[in-house]
């Protein structure tokens, strides 16, 4: 089982910066596409920011030209970071894998979805 976790919510000012981080444990597994979602309660989950195993990133509208996703090596697989923060940024994020788990007998046919339990940002004065 793979378990991701999220962390560097907290909260900031508008206009400053914060940086994401979402952490893998447990069993290893090949990463198909990283994301980043957001949602606040009561609301549907919205996409943030993509990215595909050959680098390939996209962004909602909401965030272009603000937020860029990276991909890390090692268990610290990504990040977010988030600049120029706007209050209508504040929400719960989440970070989203597809990926396919190395099992005893290779490399896992069956992709998955795993997900982490979030981080709050507040963006506020």
């Known amino acids: 089982q793979v378990y991701l976790e999220e962390s560097g919510g907290g909260l900031v000012q508008p206009g400053g910066s914060l940086e994401l981080s979402c952490a893998s444990s447990?069993?290893?597994?090949?990463?198909?596409?990283m994301d980043w979602y957001r949602q606040v309660l009561g609301h549907e989950r919205e996409l943030v920011a993509s990215l595909t195993a050959s680098n390939l990133a996209t962004y909602s509208d909401s965030v272009k030209g603000r937020f860029t996703i990276l991909k890390h090596n090692g268990n610290n697989m990504a990040s977010l970071q988030m600049n120029r923060l706007k209050p209508e940024d504040t929400d719960t994020y989440y970070c989203h894998a597809l990926g396919r788990e190395w099992e005893s007998t290779g490399l896992s046919l069956l992709s998955r979805d795993y997900w982490g339990r979030g981080t709050l940002v507040t963006v506020s004065s």
């Open positions: 447990g069993s290893r597994f090949v990463v198909e596409t």
